[in-house]
Nanobody, 113 residues
Protein backbone atom coordinates (compact mmCIF):
# COMPACT_ATOMS: atom_id res chain seq x y z
CA UNK A 1 0.00 0.00 0.00
CA UNK A 2 1.39 3.36 -1.06
CA UNK A 3 1.43 6.09 1.54
CA UNK A 4 2.65 9.67 1.20
CA UNK A 5 2.45 11.51 4.52
CA UNK A 6 3.00 15.25 4.53
CA UNK A 7 3.92 17.29 7.58
CA UNK A 8 5.24 20.73 8.47
CA UNK A 9 2.34 22.95 7.47
CA UNK A 10 0.93 25.64 9.71
CA UNK A 11 0.30 29.33 10.19
CA UNK A 12 3.13 31.73 9.46
CA UNK A 13 3.41 35.48 9.06
CA UNK A 14 4.29 37.04 5.71
CA UNK A 15 8.03 36.85 5.14
CA UNK A 16 8.34 33.75 7.28
CA UNK A 17 9.50 30.24 6.46
CA UNK A 18 8.20 26.70 6.65
CA UNK A 19 9.66 23.35 5.72
CA UNK A 20 7.30 20.68 4.44
CA UNK A 21 8.21 17.01 4.51
CA UNK A 22 6.67 14.05 2.72
CA UNK A 23 7.54 10.57 3.93
CA UNK A 24 6.88 7.81 1.41
CA UNK A 25 6.25 4.12 1.82
CA UNK A 26 5.06 1.37 -0.49
CA UNK A 27 7.01 2.70 -3.47
CA UNK A 28 10.58 2.32 -4.69
CA UNK A 29 11.39 5.84 -3.66
CA UNK A 30 14.84 5.99 -5.23
CA UNK A 31 13.43 5.65 -8.74
CA UNK A 32 10.30 7.75 -8.19
CA UNK A 33 10.03 11.31 -9.45
CA UNK A 34 8.41 13.45 -6.77
CA UNK A 35 6.54 16.72 -6.77
CA UNK A 36 4.74 19.24 -4.60
CA UNK A 37 1.41 20.69 -5.70
CA UNK A 38 -0.86 23.17 -3.99
CA UNK A 39 -4.51 24.07 -4.14
CA UNK A 40 -5.90 27.34 -2.86
CA UNK A 41 -9.62 27.81 -2.14
CA UNK A 42 -11.68 27.96 -5.33
CA UNK A 43 -8.60 27.46 -7.48
CA UNK A 44 -7.25 24.52 -9.43
CA UNK A 45 -4.44 22.41 -8.08
CA UNK A 46 -1.10 23.63 -9.46
CA UNK A 47 2.43 22.30 -9.64
CA UNK A 48 4.81 24.03 -7.23
CA UNK A 49 8.01 22.07 -7.83
CA UNK A 50 9.19 18.68 -9.01
CA UNK A 51 12.37 16.70 -8.70
CA UNK A 52 13.71 13.71 -10.61
CA UNK A 53 14.49 10.42 -8.94
CA UNK A 54 18.16 11.24 -8.52
CA UNK A 55 17.60 14.90 -7.77
CA UNK A 56 19.44 16.10 -10.84
CA UNK A 57 16.46 17.73 -12.52
CA UNK A 58 14.33 20.24 -10.68
CA UNK A 59 11.58 22.55 -11.88
CA UNK A 60 9.70 25.33 -10.12
CA UNK A 61 6.59 27.31 -10.81
CA UNK A 62 7.48 30.88 -11.72
CA UNK A 63 5.57 32.13 -8.69
CA UNK A 64 7.92 30.37 -6.25
CA UNK A 65 11.30 30.58 -8.02
CA UNK A 66 13.97 31.99 -5.75
CA UNK A 67 11.85 31.44 -2.63
CA UNK A 68 11.14 27.69 -2.49
CA UNK A 69 13.59 24.80 -2.66
CA UNK A 70 12.66 21.18 -3.29
CA UNK A 71 15.02 18.42 -2.19
CA UNK A 72 14.96 14.72 -1.41
CA UNK A 73 16.72 12.19 0.78
CA UNK A 74 16.46 8.80 -0.87
CA UNK A 75 17.85 7.03 2.20
CA UNK A 76 15.01 8.46 4.30
CA UNK A 77 12.43 8.13 1.51
CA UNK A 78 11.47 11.72 2.10
CA UNK A 79 11.01 14.77 -0.10
CA UNK A 80 11.13 18.30 1.30
CA UNK A 81 9.92 21.73 0.34
CA UNK A 82 11.71 24.62 2.00
CA UNK A 83 9.54 27.73 1.69
CA UNK A 84 11.06 31.12 2.44
CA UNK A 85 9.76 34.67 2.08
CA UNK A 86 6.22 33.38 2.25
CA UNK A 87 3.40 35.53 0.92
CA UNK A 88 -0.34 35.49 1.63
CA UNK A 89 -0.88 34.15 -1.89
CA UNK A 90 1.09 31.03 -0.94
CA UNK A 91 -1.80 30.05 1.32
CA UNK A 92 -3.06 26.66 0.15
CA UNK A 93 -3.20 22.97 0.89
CA UNK A 94 0.11 21.48 -0.21
CA UNK A 95 0.15 17.96 -1.62
CA UNK A 96 2.96 15.50 -2.17
CA UNK A 97 2.81 13.62 -5.47
CA UNK A 98 4.73 10.57 -6.64
CA UNK A 99 5.41 9.15 -10.05
CA UNK A 100 2.52 11.00 -11.63
CA UNK A 101 0.17 8.66 -9.81
CA UNK A 102 0.01 8.85 -6.00
CA UNK A 103 -1.11 11.70 -3.73
CA UNK A 104 -0.70 12.50 -0.08
CA UNK A 105 -3.54 13.79 2.08
CA UNK A 106 -2.24 17.35 2.05
CA UNK A 107 -1.03 19.81 4.66
CA UNK A 108 -2.44 23.29 5.18
CA UNK A 109 -0.15 26.31 4.84
CA UNK A 110 -1.61 29.64 5.88
CA UNK A 111 0.33 32.88 5.47
CA UNK A 112 -1.30 35.69 7.39
CA UNK A 113 -0.53 38.42 9.88
Amino acid sequence: QVQLVESGGGLVEPGGSLRLSCAASGIIFSISPMAWYRQAPEKERELVADISSGGGRINYADSVKGRFTISRDNAKKTVYLQMNSLKPEDTAVYYCHSSGRYWGQGTQVTVSS
